[in-house]
Antibody
């Protein structure tokens, strides 16, 4: 079964750090660009970061550049998001999303909630 | 960045009716537009890509159309499970951007 499962969310204080993980199964992980997309409570979708198949190219939204780091482990079929210097406006459900061959988000995980609050 | 504006914000219809959702881009995105469906408490799901191609398993009642800056998602006859929030997204230029969503109730 095609599946993406996120983990690592939780409550963190402003300025703190958190590392999200996404475990992939049911498809050839190293054949796909991977992405993180977030959704603040009651709000729309916001693309956060992308990483190509062999990690050659990495892209970030301006809102997280310099604070977040996306990485992947193709041997372990896993995607990561290291989040530092967290702010209240980073509070959101973070989704791991697979990129199709044409860069659409064609498979999504169930999401993991990150809450940044003192 | 390209801005995608969806209308209406909320669409109130009944099962069996036809739904027409709009997405307008601030500049041309050619045909590089997708639609996603999100139900409460669930992750988004890709419905339509490249303006008019249905994703795997998406019923034929979902139809996408348009080009350039104006796009439409049409649901020909609403089923109870179609009531959700719908987002458009462009990939014509970086960064990928989503519209703010249309709630179909």
């Amino acid at each position: 079964e095609l599946q993406l499962v996120e983990s690592g969310g939780g409550l963190v204080k402003p300025g703190g750090s958190l590392r999200l993980s996404c475990a992939a199964s049911g498809f050839t992980f190293n054949s796909h660009k991977m992405n993180w997309v977030r959704q603040a409570p009651g709000k729309g979708l916001e693309w956060v970061a992308s990483i190509t198949k062999t990690s050659t190219y990495i892209y970030y939204a301006d809102s997280v550049k310099g604070r977040f780091t996306i990485s992947r482990d193709n041997a372990g079929d896993s995607l990561y998001l290291q989040m530092n210097s967290l702010r209240a406006d980073d509070t959101a459900v973070y989704y791991c999303a697979r990129g199709s061959g044409d860069d659409w988000f064609d498979l999504w995980g169930q999401g993991t909630l990150v809450s940044v609050s003192s | 960045d390209i801005v995608l504006t969806q209308s209406p914000a909320t669409l109130s219809l009944s099962p069996g009716e036809r739904a027409t959702l709009s997405c307008r881009a601030s500049q041309s995105v050619s045909s590089y537009l997708a639609w996603y469906q999100q139900k409460p408490g669930q992750a988004p799901r890709l419905l339509i890509y490249d303006t008019s191609n249905r994703a795997t398993g998406i019923p034929a009642r979902f139809r996408g159309s348009g080009s350039g800056t104006d796009f439409t998602l049409t649901i020909s006859s609403l089923e109870p499970e179609d009531f959700a929030v719908y987002y458009c997204q462009q990939r014509s230029s970086w960064p990928p951007v989503f519209g703010q969503g249309t709630r179909l109730e």
